[in-house]
């Protein structure tokens, strides 16, 4: 039977085989009742046609089950953001992809600083005109301290915003530094979003010493074989503003029930 199945994952595309091995090894060898595999398939189904998982390895980007742009953070984390309302809101990035085609669609404008030339030329013509690309070069293999110091402080030349998300740059610091000059541009009642949370403990500490509150959305991402966690951290004055009238809706792959309706 295994060298059959060897033989067959052999004739698979590249990602589907992987994807095939891993669930061979996960499910095929821990002695799972038929059962227990078909509910293991099911949740697959869910993961890779609602949320479009199975489509990202695939196209190699972070997209979701129609092949729209979707941010690099966890699927909690974009479920959730994707039930508020921010058509009025002005969003500044620490890094550029789709996470900025994503906020552009949802957001009134959106500045975001890259550290990548040839992401940044990538990047450029893809945009619309609501978007404000910054090129603040750094060099990821050999980082000087000028070329990091420019990119955290490009922030003091702009304005103020209402969303502010720290990515970009993952070398050791930047991120917190970011976040520490990037409050200071957060306007009231604002939002900031930390991707990678689970790696950057000083960072959320410092957030919730400031008077942050926060929230952890932990799970996988698209493109992850692995789980992270994505956090959402405002103050009490942030107002959740919903885009649908019943809040928080139907998860996604989940069971559309009302246990509130009347019998």
């Known amino acids: ?34 059962k227990q595999l078909n509910t293991s398939l099911r949740a697959w189904r869910v993961l890779k046609r609602d949320y479009g998982y199975l489509r990202s390895l695939i196209e190699g980007q972070c997209v979701n089950a129609h092949g729209e ?58 945009v619309p005109d609501t978007c404000n690309l910054l090129l603040e070069p750094v060099d990821a293999e050999r980082p000087d301290s000028r070329q990091l110091k420019r990119y955290v402080e490009a922030v003091d030349a702009l304005g103020l915003f209402d969303v502010i998300v720290i990515d970009g740059v993952n070398y050791p610091g930047v991120r917190r530094r970011c976040t520490e000059r990037g409050m200071a541009h957060l306007r009231a009642g604002g939002l900031v979003i930390v ?12 957030m919730r010493d400031a008077g942050f509150f926060e929230l952890d959305y932990c799970g996988l991402g698209p493109l992850n074989e692995f789980s992270e966690t994505t956090s959402l951290f405002f103050r009490k004055d942030f107002r959740i503003r919903i885009c649908q009238g019943t809040h928080p809706g139907h998860a996604l792959g989940g069971q559309p029930r009302n246990m509130d309706a009347t019998a």
Request: proline share 5%.
């Open 195 to 206: 991707d990678n949370a689970d790696w950057l403990p000083l960072t959320c500490q410092m």
């Open 69 to 126: 742009p979707i941010p690099w953070y966890t699927y909690a984390a974009i479920e959730q953001l994707s039930k508020w309302e921010f058509g009025d809101c002005d969003v500044l990035e620490y890094g550029c992809g789709n996470s900025t085609l994503w906020w552009a669609k949802h957001a009134r404008s959106v500045t975001s600083i890259e550290n990548s030339k040839d992401w940044y030329q990538r990047m450029a013509s893809k």
């Open 1 to 34: 039977m295994l060298k059959h199945f060897a033989r067959y994952v052999r004739s698979m595309p590249t990602v589907i085989r992987k994807a095939a091995v891993m669930h061979h090894h996960s499910v095929f060898l821990d002695e799972a009742t038929p």
